[in-house]
Nanobody, 116 residues
Framework: QVQLVESGGGLVWPGGSLRLSCAAS????????MGWYRQAPGKQRELVARITLGSITNYADSVKGRFTISRDNAKNTVLLQMNSLKPEDTAVYSC??????????WGQGTQVTVSS
């Protein structure tokens, strides 16, 4: 059974930082394309960051230079370091794993709120 469990969300001031973690079980993250998506109230889910099997990363234009996705293979975890957070980054952030057949697994999500 595949499980993706996100943690690290919370309330942070504008300009602050958070690090999200996605702990995987039932899969080996280094064998999957891994991504972080977010969904704000009233908006569609959007890709935030993705790391491919070959460890190529890509980011939404809105987070380039501020967010960094990485794998910790020893912990079977995917991280999202978020710096210089803005109120518009407020959303539920979800972890995604995609296999070579484009089958998707999803975590339950973690809330990130950026507010003063």
């Amino acid at each position: 059974q595949v499980q993706l469990v996100e943690s690290g969300g919370g309330l942070v001031w504008p300009g602050g930082s958070l690090r999200l973690s996605c702990a995987a079980s039932g899969i080996i993250v280094s064998n999957y394309a891994m991504g972080w998506y977010r969904q704000a109230p009233g908006k569609q889910r959007e890709l935030v960051a993705r790391i491919t099997l070959g460890s190529i990363t890509n980011y939404a234009d809105s987070v380039k230079g501020r967010f960094t996705i990485s794998r910790d293979n020893a912990k079977n975890t995917v991280l999202l370091q978020m710096n210089s957070l803005k109120p518009e980054d407020t959303a539920v952030y979800s972890c995604n794993a995609q296999d070579i057949n484009k089958y998707d697994y999803w975590g339950q999500g973690t809330q990130v709120t950026v507010s003063s």
